[in-house]
């Protein structure tokens, strides 16, 4: 069997279309579908059942897919082992981040991950804490980091770094120096992210905990993006609570006002998440044993 076409192999497993793997690996679609057949050929074996646009495993073909990941972890060792410095481990990291640690993380994990491993390219999706779980949990991505836990026992959690939410408003807004209360925002137009965020997920606890409905804050929008929703605020739309991470460049810079809340001491960590059941790339797990001291 050769090597390549098994990794092609392990792409079209996880992306269920010769497609998305074809875009995945920067290769077309047909030179994926002549690896699948010169590999089904090989064996004697019919891997693949095309079902409507997916391509559906085999039992034959869920049992190579698990051999390949182990031939293909056994081949990264080898490399590994023979590289003197270790700078010529090359491959592909597929990571999914929410919102905040998107954008003020992961770019310096990156930076330091790559000054070890230069050959290291990462193909990085930023969506809300919840559908980072789900990609991590189907296999999706390699590797997920964000705000809040989504309990399976398929996913395992580790926590990186621990911030806390504050709130935030235009500089058009004054609500005194210091702290405030909770009951001190219900007036004011509020802008939120969407339900699936970690931030949003943490802010309906601490409602719940004081007896606040989620009804009473004067939500005037629900936003996608995080950096949108500051953008928001900065114009005076509405007020937000957002993570201290995000908000802190901002206020430093005199771009908005940031607060402290009365009573909200619930600390958050950010965490990187992978699946158990699934075999990583000797880089993705080096990038996952590493993770700690990259921020």
């Known amino acids: 069997m050769d090597l390549h076409q098994l990794f092609v192999f392990t792409k079209v497993v996880e992306h269920k279309s010769f497609s998305k793997a074809a875009e995945d690996i920067f ?7 002549s690896h699948i057949h010169g590999l089904e050929k090989t064996l004697g074996l019919k891997l693949f059942d095309r079902v409507g646009r997916e391509s559906i495993l085999t039992p034959q073909g869920e049992r ?7 031939l293909l972890l056994i081949k990264d060792q080898a490399i ?15 990571i999914a981040a929410s919102s905040v640690p998107g954008q003020f993380m992961l770019p310096k ?3 330091q991950f790559r000054e070890q491993y230069p050959e290291a390219l990462f193909r990085i999706n930023q969506s809300s804490s919840k559908i980072v779980a789900e990609k991590v949990l189907h296999g999706s991505v390699d590797i997920g980091i964000l705000g809040e ?13 621990k911030e806390k939410l504050v709130l935030i408003t235009s500089n058009q ?9 909770i009951e001190d925002i219900l007036q004011y137009p509020f802008v939120m992210r969407n339900s699936d965020s970690g931030t949003n997920a943490i802010l309906e ?7 606040i409905a989620k009804d009473k804050l004067n939500v005037i929008s629900y936003i996608e993006d995080g950096q949108s929703l500051i953008q928001f605020v900065m114009q005076d739309v509405g007020i937000s609570i957002v993570s201290e991470i995000a908000a802190r460049e901002y206020a430093a810079k005199d771009m908005l006002r940031m607060y402290d809340i009365n009573s909200f001491n619930d600390e958050r960590f950010f965490y990187l998440v992978y699946n158990i059941n699934k075999t990583q790339s000797l880089l993705s ?3 996952i044993d590493s993770a700690r001291d990259l921020f």
């Open 27 to 33: 290769l077309s679609q047909s030179t994926v579908s």
């Open 64 to 70: 190579l897919y698990q051999w390949a990941l182990k």
């Open 80 to 94: 590994l082992d023979l590289t003197e410095g270790m700078a010529e481990l090359r491959g592909i990291i597929r």
């Open 109 to 111: 994990m990156v930076k």
């Open 149 to 161: 836990k989504y309990v399976d026992d398929k996913l395992l959690y580790l926590p990186l770094l």
């Open 173 to 181: 807004v004054d609500l005194s120096e210091g702290n405030v209360n």
């Open 205 to 211: 606890k601490f409602l719940k905990k004081n007896n």
């Open 285 to 287: 797990k080096l990038f």
